[in-house]
């Protein structure tokens, strides 16, 4: 006869779990849910209860606030217009929760409450009385991150230095820099990035950011060339969370130097050799400077692989330097649906329109580019649109529409980071001054593909690989039947 012991000790010898594991397991999960139904019921019944906050604690290692930020953000637990509801206090303590989280100088905030051992004179016996425990983990202070990637004859080098909370304010400066080659041994591309950010008078819900930036990159889709942009960028910009369903705003001020620099072109860049007049007529540097306003609301449950929600952005530029006096809009809009748990469907939409303003002629770096694995899939990347020469020229207005059915692969979970993609595409690009029909042409005969695949949904951005098949198509534009694949944070 075997006794529990002796079960016990052949299921910790062999590594196994046990019946008596199994039902231990279901045990646990049945309290956890009696528990939480009890608390639920606890609070809805007391849920107009009323509540005096006679305290409110913040506790935390190594905190390094000033006071005046970290009132700022108890500010819905410290200012209070006499007694609560329990219902009101606990949503109180979750929005001073979500300001510490907008700041994005914490790692981790939680929330504990107690109940004072003493009531205050003049308290009714049914108020309660409660002390609020904030705990906060500040994001570390400095970091820095190092690497290179190397293959296929090219490399690159990068450097991220972080330096939070300088102040003790959420105060964030970052320098980011990327030194990669097309190939080893020839010219580099650079990208240097100096970004300084704060809240405004500490509040978690707008924050000023500048911006000091430089870059070049060589350009193979059109005629060859180097694009350089230095320049600064100051942000006024809004942060509410989505389930605040509210509307976000950004104002930035933009003022830089582009050069675009004609090179000869290496073997394999797309066979371009030859020069595009466009391109030629806007080589050197042209200065810019623009006022730029959006907004937007987003719902969506995550923004690189959204299942459900939705996301509407605006944008309107102003740029009014003579040399480059333009407005530009776009618009955007994006609706996904959870069909059930192994099926999921994303709708998009995007609109663009660019208007050269007292006879100043756009820059080639303003137009819209369309096509490309992030774009109108099944097209090279800026396949679709004006030709000069058979080169790009890009375009000054742009529409483009996607709808994509993503499906669990069968023997994953329905969890799983990877899913099965079905997806259909159309747009067009245009110029409105060589256009018979005007603006009416940019939704009429659209370029259209489809296409199925499989899609990796990772944290820092999402990576598709396709199959595409072109279904109309027009005469120049470039084609990339079969094979595609994709890596970006944005897709149609």
């Given at each position: ?84 509801t ?25 929330s ?111 005629t060859y ?31 830089l ?125 800026s ?7 058979g ?11 996607g ?27 245009i ?38 098949l ?17 890596i ?5």
């Amino acid at each position: 006869m075997t006794n529990h012991s002796d079960r016990f000790m052949e299921t910790f010898a062999s590594g196994k779990p046990s019946k008596l594991d199994d039902l231990e397991v279901k045990r646990q999960q049945v309290i956890l849910e009696y528990n939480q139904n009890m608390l639920n019921e606890l609070l809805r019944e007391n849920s107009l209860r009323p509540v005096k906050v006679s305290q409110v604690n913040v506790l935390g290692d190594n905190l390094q606030f000033r006071d005046r930020f970290l009132a700022r953000q108890l500010q819905p637990l410290l200012k209070n217009p006499g007694l609560l509801t329990l219902k009101s206090f606990l949503q109180k303590v979750d929005t001073t929760a979500y300001n510490f989280t907008k700041t994005t100088a914490v790692e981790q905030v939680t929330s504990k409450i107690d109940s004072t051992a003493l009531k205050s004179p003049g308290s009714s016996l049914d108020t309660l009385e409660l002390v609020a425990n904030v705990k906060i983990k500040p994001v570390k202070k400095l970091f820095m991150k190092i690497g290179t990637n190397v293959g296929n004859g090219e490399g690159d080098g990068y450097l991220s230095l972080q330096w939070r909370n300088i102040f003790g304010g959420a105060e964030t400066l970052t320098f980011d820099t990327n030194m990669a080659s097309n190939q080893i041994g020839t010219r580099n591309r650079s990208q240097y990035l100096l970004d300084y950010s704060m809240p405004i008078l500490n509040s978690p819900d707008h924050k000023i950011g500048i911006l000091l930036y430089h870059s070049s990159r060589f350009i193979d889709y059109t005629t060859y060339h180097e694009q350089i942009v230095s320049g600064v960028t100051t942000k006024l910009s809004t942060s509410y969370l989505p389930f605040e369903n509210r509307f976000n705003q950004e104002l930035t001020f933009e003022n830089l130097i582009r050069t675009m620099s004609l090179e000869p072109s290496p073997n394999g860049y797309r066979n371009n050799s030859l020069i595009n007049d466009y391109f030629l007529f806007n080589a050197g540097e042209s200065p810019k400077s623009s006022v730029v306003y959006s907004v937007s609301h987003d719902t969506r449950d995550q923004p690189i692989f959204p299942t459900s929600g939705h996301l509407f952005k605006s944008t309107i530029e102003y740029s009014f330097l003579p040399a480059s006096t333009f407005l530009k809009t776009t618009l955007q809009l994006l609706q996904a649906f959870k069909i059930s748990n192994s099926l999921s469907l994303s709708m998009t939409m995007k609109l663009g329109f660019i208007k050269g303003l007292n006879n100043a002629l756009i820059h080639p770096m303003d137009k819209f580019q369309s096509g490309g694995p992030n774009d109108i899939r099944g097209f090279w990347t800026s396949g679709i649109g004006p030709k000069q020469m058979g080169l790009s020229i890009g375009g000054d207005a742009s529409s483009s529409y996607g709808l994509s059915l993503f499906q669990r692969i069968p023997f994953l979970s329905s969890d799983s980071n990877f899913k099965l993609h079905y997806f259909l595409n159309s747009g067009r690009l245009i110029n409105l001054d060589t256009s018979r029909t005007g603006l009416f042409s940019l939704f009429n005969q659209l370029n259209t593909t489809a296409g199925f695949g499989i899609v990796y949904a990772h944290p820092a951005a999402r990576f598709e690989f396709n199959f595409t098949l072109p279904i109309a198509i027009h005469n120049g534009d470039e084609v990339r039947k079969g094979i595609q694949y994709g890596i970006g944070l944005s897709f149609l």
